[in-house]
Structures are given as structure tokens and as C-alpha cells.
């Protein structure tokens, strides 16, 4: 060990520390979904179940959890794509201007995510007269969704190298098929982590969502942003949040299955 | 090296042309990515920044296209944007220190002290809370800040305001901090350390001379994602900022309920441009390759 005993007790204390500043309010979240008091007293006065089946009945939260679902799956099989191939054209060819293209893709999450959603609001609204809607919202979604899709792509194609599909055009496979038949099942993990949490990204995403969603159409986010300061619905908003979190778990623990802890790394950047 | 031609050639005529002609191979490839970002959203920019040289009518209802520069006026003049700017500013700068200062121990212990298994374990126990939801989070900070609530308790929670935005926003982007940090750690060979231990150096003076220099790019990556989305947050000021406005809350407020959209695209290219004078002045640390 590099360290001296003294250097890495205060690191492991210090880690631990910060770890309990990560999780202590999402415990008090999940601990609150129980609590019997509906103006959450601390501590709780008692514990109860009965907010989560009242959570259960709220039509505006489950209809909310399908609209939120199906922009993120229309968000996600758009930048599945679009990643893929930007992802290919970046790491398998040399070109001019390849490090202005690779600023480009990451520069929607690199912008604060209330400039991209004035600005696709702004440039659907008077450039291409088109209302605000499911279809400009996907479209947005997709925009910084892309990023993720192509940081897992990216760090899978760096580590396979190109000796695979040399030696598949070498044995005569066209591009279609060297594709089909070694780049993409050496890829698929790679590309269902990215998607996962691309996928994880756009059900989360709430700033672009206010700006460019429209009057009409409510995703999860929104309906609990919309909720947070009604007094009467703090009880079933909690349960929601608390059921997020949980379910948060999830995505994590399949990407890191799929893709490995380091490019689960890579791809969460 | 893909792109050599392959004896023996093969497959339909359509992919021969492709197999022959790297060029129109990558064009291909590229083109859907490029036009989405660089038509549409480049595009998007450019209209916004269009879009504040322009100005409403007294009404308040319908967008003038006369070229002036009055927002901009208005931004550089008026008392309560600058203010607004500079809390903005300082916030982002704020974020990132508290967010540098927490990330550097767990980065360092996941990297370098904890056994391959806690690493494992560790990296998913910052994970995890990533990709719980941004709204929950800051929901959760205003259960915990809340009077009577948990920090209340025990006197310490500063209440809502500045310092409870500065709070909520560090906690929201730390683990945008940790790992880079860790993924730049986890390059730094073991072995460096042990030459710097072994040639004599104390603990300080390793950490000043091999892990800081290894760590400064990580932290400028770390940055740019804390910076930005400080510049951009505006909900957790809602939540848990008391009065406080920032400058994603005048953009969001002349957007959405003061339907002045060139005011708001002129507030808009704040924090722009001081990403992109923030990206400029960090290229050559080598931040962004590892983004």
C-alpha cells in the first residue's frame, strides 16, 4: 500500500462521510413516503403504507409515467442511431475537422439545458412553424440524449480496436455485413447501457421538458414539478419520489452488467 | 486501415461501392449525426442569438424584427441583472470548489485505497444517485432544510436561501465531480506513488507533486459540468432558494410568463458565452477529450 495507515483512515472516513451527505436525503425521501404525518413532522410520528396505494390510484402520476416512458423510448431509439453512426465515422476515421464534430455532440450537455431549450422552443416556434408538442420533444430529447449513446459506443469501439473487422473485409464481407456480423454484436452491451441510461436521461430530463413540451403534454418530471407545492398532494408526490429512487437502482445496476464499471463510468459523463 | 481495399472483394455491388470508398463510407455515417446537430441545433443558437436583437412591441404581445441592440442595453445597465449575473457567477464558482473539495477524498479512496470489490461497490454507490431523479433530489434538500426538518433539528439547516442553493446544486452535480476525478486517479500508476513514498516524499508532499497535476484535468472536466448546469439551473433555486433569482429563472420567467422572447434569448447568450470562453480557456488542459 502506497499510503500511510494514518493517510488513508482519514480518506476512508472522509469517503464515508460524503456518502452519507449522498444518501441521507434520499433516505429521508423514502423514509418520509411512510410517514403518517401528511406535512412530513420530524421525527415521523409513525409509519404507514397508506400513501402508496393512494400514489397508486393518481391517475395524473400514472398517466404522467406513460407519457414520460414513451418520449424517452422514441428520445432513445433516435439517439441509439445517431450515436452509433457518430460514434463509427469519430473512432474509426481520421478527417479533417473530426474534433469540431466531437465538440458538437457533446455541446448540448455541455450548454446549460435552459439555453438548448430556449433555443429549440424558440427556432420550432418561428423558423419551423411547428407546435409544441410530443414531436419537438422527442426531437429535443434526442438532441442530448445522442451524447450518451456515443460515449458508450465510443469507449466499446476504442477498446475493441479495428482487427476484427479488418480481418472480416479481408475474408471478403462487405461493409453491410461486417457491420451486421462483427462491429454491432461485439457493440450490442455497449449500445443497451447507452441506451438505458439514455433512456434514464430523458425520463429524468425536466428544464428542455418546460420549454419545449408545450401547454399539452405532462411527463413525469413535470407532473411532480407541478405538484411540489400543493400541500394536499405532498403525500403522493413523496411516494413518487421515493419510488424513483428505488427504481433508479435498477438502470444502474443493469448498465454496469452490460458494459462494465469503466465505461459505465465513461458513459454516466 | 479499414478502408484498405480487401482481396478478394465480395459482397452486394452497393456495398462495394461503400467498401472502396472510405470517404463516402464516413460521409454516410456522418452525415444524420452532423445535420441533426449542426443544422438544428447550431441552427437553434444562431436564431436565439437572431432572436435577442430583436425586441416586443409595447403590448408586450408580438416580436418587432428590428435589429437593436436594446436587451443587451438593458442587461449591461439595469442594477438587478448584474446582480443577478454575478450571483449566478459566483454560485457556478462556489459549486465547483465544494464539489472539488468533497469529490477529492472518496475519488482518491475508490482509486487508490479501496479493494478491487469495495471499488466495484463504490462506484455504484455514486453512481446510483446520478440517475435518481434530478426533481427528487432537490425535493429531498427541502425536506431536509425544511424548518423542524432533519438539519433544523439538530441546528444547523441555513434555512432557504443563496447558501441552501449552493447546498442543494453542489449535492445535485457532486458525482459529476467524483468521477472524473476517479476515472483520472484510476490512470495515475500505483507505482508513482510508491517511487514518490519511496524516494522520500512525505503524504503532502506526494499529493502536491504526483496526484494534483493528475487531478487538475479531471477537476476542469468535473467543472465544465457543474459550471454549466449551475449557469442553467433555475428549478432548485425555486425549490429551496428562497427570493433568489438566477439568471435560468429570468430566461424562464420572460420565456414563459413575461412572453418577452428576446429578452429571455439575450439573457440566454450569458451563459453561453461563458461556457464557450470556459471551453476555449480549457481545451488546452486536455478536459475535453476526456468528457
Known sequence: MTFSRTTRTVLLALSALVLLFVYAPLALVVLNSFNTSRTFAWPPPGLTTHWWGAALDSAGARNAVVVSVEVALMATAVALVLGTMAALALQRFRFFGRDTVSLLIVLPIALPGVVTGIALANAFLTIFGIELGMFSLVVSHATFCMVTVFNNAVARLRRLGGNLEEASMDLGAGTFRTFWSVTLPMMRSALLAGALLSFALSFDEIIVTTFTAGQGIQTLPIWIYQNLFRPNQAPVVNVVAAALIVASILPIWLSQRLAGTDEAVAAAR | ?291
Open chain 2, 1 to 291: 486501415m479499414v478502408g484498405q481495399p480487401a482481396p478478394g472483394g465480395g459482397g452486394a455491388a452497393s456495398a462495394g461501392v461503400l467498401h472502396r470508398r472510405p470517404r463516402l463510407r464516413l460521409g454516410l455515417l456522418l452525415g444524420p449525426p452532423v445535420l441533426w446537430l449542426g443544422v438544428l441545433y447550431l441552427g437553434s443558437l444562431a436564431a436565439l442569438f437572431i432572436t435577442s436583437l430583436w425586441t416586443v412591441d409595447a403590448f408586450g404581445g408580438n416580436i418587432q424584427r428590428i435589429w437593436n441592440l436594446d436587451n443587451y442595453r438593458d442587461l449591461a445597465t439595469l442594477d438587478v441583472y448584474r446582480t443577478i449575473t454575478l450571483r449566478t457567477l459566483a454560485t457556478a464558482a462556489a459549486v465547483t470548489v465544494i464539489d472539488a473539495l468533497l469529490a477529492f477524498p472518496i475519488a482518491l479512496y475508490m482509486a487508490k485505497v479501496a479493494s478491487p470489490r469495495a471499488q466495484r461497490l463504490l462506484v455504484v454507490a455514486v453512481l446510483m444517485p446520478l440517475w435518481a431523479s434530478y426533481l427528487v433530489k432537490a425535493y429531498a434538500w427541502r425536506g431536509m432544510l425544511a424548518t423542524g426538518g432533519p438539519l433544523d433539528s439538530v441546528g444547523l439547516s441555513p434555512g432557504y436561501g443563496l447558501a441552501a442553493t449552493v447546498l442543494t446544486l453542489s449535492y445535485l452535480w457532486l458525482p459529476y465531480m467524483i468521477l472524473p476525478m476517479y476515472a483520472g486517479l484510476e490512470r495515475l500508476p500505483g507505482s508513482l506513488l510508491e517511487a514518490s513514498a519511496d524516494l522520500g516524499a512525505s503524504t503532502a508532499t506526494t499529493m502536491r507533486r504526483v496526484v494534483l497535476p493528475v487531478l487538475f484535468p479531471a477537476v476542469v472536466a468535473g467543472s465544465i459540468f457543474t459550471f454549466s448546469l449551475t449557469l442553467g439551473d433555475y428549478i432548485a433555486v425555486k425549490i429551496v432558494g428562497g427570493a433568489n433569482q438566477m439568471l435560468g429563472n429570468v430566461v424562464y420567467d420572460s420565456f414563459l410568463t413575461g412572453n418577452n422572447t428576446p429578452f429571455a434569448a439575450a439573457v440566454a447568450t450569458i451563459p453561453v458565452a461563458v461556457m464557450l470562453v470556459y471551453l476555449a480557456a480549457v481545451r488546452r488542459t486536455g478536459a475535453l477529450d476526456s468528457l
